[in-house]
């Protein structure tokens, strides 16, 4: 089961750092030993981090956190959407593009 961290800032001049979510991702490793990622917002307000068991779509294109293709959508996700090859399809019929096999990255599209 992948591992997942994030932190959220509601008041200002405290900025999420970086280093932060990695310290705290290092703290779940044992949840997920494919890899890890972080992601922070340009602004500092919001930082996820993810720590990957693959299990779908298992190349590097399948980490997580992930985004929309303009950046300007994130999402870290544990979990499985058993029917994610079909709305994926659907997708793609109405000309959504994908980068990845994820069932992660059909959330975002949804």
Known sequence: ?????????QKSGYGVRHDEIERMND??????????????SPDGRAGL??????VI??????SEPISNEDGTVW???NGEIYNYRKLRSDLI???HYFKTQTDAEVIIHL
């Open 27 to 40: 703290t779940l490793a044992h949840r997920g030993p494919d890899g890890q990622g972080v992601y922070v």
């Open 1 to 9: 089961m992948c591992g997942i961290t994030g932190i959220i800032v």
């Open 57 to 62: 779509d298992t190349s590097p294109a399948g």
């Open 49 to 54: 981090g993810h720590r990957r068991l693959a």
């Open 93 to 95: 019929f109405r000309g």
């Open 75 to 77: 999402l870290t996700f």
